[in-house]
């Protein structure tokens, strides 16, 4: 069965650097999507990603968040400047045209020191 | 805000018994709702969905029943098995259009199975 992959699994960073987040959605899907989850809590929604632009975002999507499709697989979502609170697991996910649930990754579990 | 939420954090059953997790939301415009198994290390999985046009949907031992009046979502699991344990979010669409492109997720409830 087709998934979406995420790399890599575990980003250790310092505060302040630059992050870029991988995942490669399943190959016939057009909505792509960011979201997060700090540990212990719900998994929060980031952003989400058609037709090459973001269709809508939260509020935790500041400036210091951007989202790229650089090609006709890959996906990545990019944190400028890492803060400590950045810390989290995100999940990539996707989905495909019409009425289908959304498919996520396993995530990157991104640990800011 | 509207958010969707879980009644019961914890829910604990023996092996072969049916599941019920319950689920709330507050929003009556949503219109499509999902329920995902997360189990540890792992991403949301999706298990069932459900239309606001329909009150019940079945799947493979699984069933989502929703009722509109009082805005309330549940999971039933028949015959649950030690590998249905997991933390299992109920999600709302609350985006725009038909492109579910905003799920709002609840806090999650953990089912644990017992042998």
């Known amino acids: 069965e087709p998934e979406v992959t995420q790399t890599p699994s575990h980003q250790v960073t310092q505060m302040g650097q630059e992050v870029i987040l991988r995942c490669v959605p399943i190959?016939?899907?057009?909505?792509f999507y960011w979201y997060r989850q700090i540990l212990g809590q719900k998994v929060e929604f980031l952003v989400s990603?058609?037709?090459?632009?973001?269709?809508?975002k939260s509020e935790i999507f500041d400036d210091q968040f951007s989202v790229e499709r650089p090609d006709g697989s890959n996906f990545t979502l990019k944190i400028r400047s890492t803060k400590l609170e950045d810390s989290a697991m995100y999940f990539c996910?996707?989905?495909?045209?019409?009425?289908?649930?959304?498919?996520f990754g396993n995530g990157t579990r991104l640990t800011v020191t | 805000g509207e958010s969707v939420g879980l009644h019961l954090p914890t829910l604990s059953v023996q092996e072969g018994d049916n599941s019920i997790i319950n689920c709330a939301y507050s929003?009556?415009?949503?219109?499509?709702f999902i329920w995902y198994k997360q189990e540890s290390g792992k991403g949301p999985q999706f298990i069932i969905d459900?239309?606001?046009?329909?009150d019940k949907r079945q799947g493979q031992r699984v069933t989502v029943l929703l009722n509109k009046t009082v805005k309330h979502l549940s999971l039933q699991i028949a015959a649950t098995q030690p590998g249905d344990s997991a933390v299992y979010f109920c999600?709302?669409?609350?985006?725009?259009?038909?492109?579910?492109?905003?799920?709002?997720f609840g806090t999650g409830t953990l089912l644990a199975v017992q042998p």
């Open positions: 996910a996707s989905k495909g045209g019409g009425n289908s649930p959304l498919h």
């Open positions: 190959s016939n899907h057009l909505y």
């Open positions: 990603f058609y037709n090459n632009e973001i269709s809508e």
């Open positions: 929003n009556s415009a949503s219109d499509y």
């Open positions: 459900i239309r606001s046009n329909m």
């Open positions: 999600a709302e669409n609350m985006g725009l259009g038909g492109a579910t492109n905003k799920l709002i």
